[in-house]
């Protein structure tokens, strides 16, 4: 290998001199979002813990104060930052609050990382599926009776963990569930990664705190000006579980955490409480009108109205645009933008996102929509595509649970001999992005067949290796 190449220093320089736009994560926009004093000084803000920068572990200073500065801005009792992304906030409120063998109810469409928290703390899961918009091909949210249904059956769970919002925007009826969860004694965790600016504006979903959570985790990289694998935990417990908390964050967190990811937090504070009720409404007034410009010439193609029962209301700062009237596939039409110098944050079989934020202007706003009337125009040439994705409703027998199953000896098999084995790890298809087969679940044909569907059609597939589509399943 040639030792004085850097591939990834390359590659990222590249994607920078093609000056695409970007409609991804993070929020900062590639530095739009971040002032010059942050830009010309961020090298030097990679330091250590020195005296008079505090430390993130035993926080008595400035990251003290930056931490209280965020608990009021965003409506908690106590707020952590986080270095690890939310994905160790989730670890952190999972392994706080449950005990060995406790039961959590846990939605199919929650991140991994859940997943990780489960086994770290041998938690055993009671699933739940959201439900399901056959014409769109997408999973929307969990429902109020199907969270009302399963606190019946299994009233010795611990609590619940909540997807609010999900990836496309759409919001669930957190203050309803919230309601529904305490009055039975019982706690609500929110994986509110893709949430951060909802406290900014009253036009955006409600955010956890309106509703009560216990705790709730927001990824300030996705949708605030800040660097990628920052985030918020926040805490509306007591003190004892502030406590174990930072606790459990000593054991799974960095201990050697970026400055720079902490001061943009502390900026994405800063600037959310003096600028973002500003520029969000100039940011929705802008997507307003573009959308109903386009949709006059185009017709109907953007999610805009909340008409699943189960879906609370939408993040309208998350462009969702069905492709079919454009007679192509969600993933043509993510190559064809950026081709065009956009990238969207992800595609489906039917859809293509669009994360926008308050890092974007009118230019960059205006170039999307151009854009995407290219594509349209660029559509009427071709064939019309009706693809319907297979989605499933089942789920598969739980045998063992997440921890004994992940800590069993392993074997790998291929997808297609892995009928009647015992999963030990996720495997899934993206989209719809939720586990077929999680830790300790049975493995069936009906799975196996549905997972190879989904693949012909365009799906990725995870918790796969390889061409032969290898997968971890306890050896018998």
């Known amino acids: ?28 926009k590639m530095g739009r979002g971040f002032p010059p004093e942050i830009i010309d000084n961020i090298v030097g803000m990679d330091v250590t813990e020195i ?19 965020a608990a009021q801005a965003f409506g908690a009792k106590d707020t952590l930052f986080l270095v690890n992304g939310s994905t160790c906030g989730i670890h952190a409120m999972i392994m706080s609050t449950c005990h060995a063998k406790d039961k959590l109810i846990v939605p199919r ?29 997408i999973p929307t949210q969990v429902s109020v009776d199907t969270v009302r249904e399963c606190l019946d059956r299994h009233p ?27 009055s039975r004694g019982k706690i609500l965790l929110v994986d509110e990664a893709h949430g951060a600016h909802f406290p900014f504006h009253p036009k955006l979903p409600q955010s956890s705190k309106d509703a009560g959570a216990y705790m709730w985790v927001q990824s300030a990289h996705k949708t605030l000006p800040a660097f990628t694998q920052s985030a918020y935990l926040h805490i509306n417990g007591d003190e004892h579980s502030k406590y174990k908390v930072k606790n459990i964050l000593s054991l799974i967190e960095s201990t050697s955490p970026s400055y720079m990811l902490m001061a943009s937090l502390d900026y994405a504070r800063y600037f959310m409480v003096k600028e973002g009720r500003t520029r969000l409404d100039n940011l929705l007034c802008s997507l307003e009108d573009l959308k109903a410009e386009f949709e006059r010439e185009y017709g109907p193609n953007f999610f805009s109205d909340a008409k699943w029962d189960e879906v609370a209301c939408l993040d309208g700062t998350r462009l969702v645009l069905d492709v079919r009237p454009f007679n192509m596939t969600g993933y043509e039409a993510e190559y064809y933008l950026r081709h065009m110098g956009i990238q969207a944050e992800m595609a489906d079989m039917n859809h293509v996102v669009f994360i926008c934020t308050v890092s974007d202007d009118m230019d960059m706003l205006n170039r999307l929509f151009n854009s995407l009337r290219s594509l349209a125009d660029k559509g009427a040439v071709y064939k019309t595509v009706q693809i ?28 297609e001999d892995a009928s009647g084995k015992i ?12 586990p077929r087969f999680c830790p300790g679940e049975l493995i069936d044909n009906e799975g196996i067949e549905e997972l190879l569907e989904l693949e012909s059609l365009g799906a990725l597939l995870f918790g796969t290796e390889g061409e032969a589509h290898l997968i971890p399943v306890v050896e018998e």
């Open 423 to 434: 999963c030990a790890g996720m495997v899934g298809a993206y989209p719809p992005g939720i």
């Open 1 to 28: 290998m040639q030792q004085t190449y850097m591939p990834l220093v390359e590659s990222l320089r590249n994607y920078i001199e093609e000056e695409t736009i970007p409609f991804h994560m993070p929020g900062h």
């Open 156 to 182: 010795d769970v611990r609590g619940m963990v909540l997807v609010h919002p999900n990836y496309y925007g759409m919001a669930s009826h957190i203050k309803e569930i919230a309601h529904i969860l305490k």
């Open 388 to 415: 319907h994705t297979p989605i499933f409703s089942k789920i598969p027998k739980q045998i063992m649970s997440p921890k004994d199953a992940f800590y069993s000896i392993i074997d790998k098999v291929t997808l």
């Open 51 to 69: 005296p008079g920068t505090d430390n993130l572990h035993k926080a008595e200073g400035a990251i003290k104060e930056a931490q209280l500065l």
């Open 109 to 137: 469409n929650c991140h991994k990382s859940v997943w990780g928290a489960m086994i770290l703390a041998d938690v055993k899961p009671v699933y739940i599926m959201p439900e399901y918009d056959s014409f769109a091909q």
